[in-house]
């Protein structure tokens, strides 16, 4: 997912953004993540950690997940 909530905030993901957050459907602590682009960039999500958000529709489906 792109977005999660720091401190009680919706925060895109971003290099300079934290490292660990909330997700903002469930509450579940997610981290953030990097992912090589085919052009060299970076691209910026934040992931479910293991054991967190079983239930959440963004965990296995972030893009088509209702909002």
């Given at each position: 997912?792109?977005?999660?909530?720091?401190?009680?905030?919706?925060?895109?993901?971003?290099?300079?953004?934290?490292?660990?957050?909330?997700?903002?459907?469930?509450?579940?602590?997610?981290?953030?993540?990097?992912?090589?682009?085919?052009?060299?960039?970076?691209?910026?999500?934040?992931?479910?950690?293991?054991?967190?958000?079983?239930?959440?529709?963004?965990?296995?489906n972030?893009?088509?997940?209702?909002?």
């Amino acid at each position: 997912m792109r977005e999660a909530m720091v401190k009680g905030q919706l925060v895109q993901a971003s290099p300079d953004s934290s490292e660990k957050a909330q997700c903002p459907i469930c509450g579940g602590t997610v981290t953030k993540r990097k992912r090589r682009r085919m052009d060299g960039s970076f691209s910026w999500f934040y992931r479910h950690s293991r054991g967190q958000g079983e239930g959440c529709p963004r965990r296995y489906n972030p893009i088509s997940a209702e909002r």
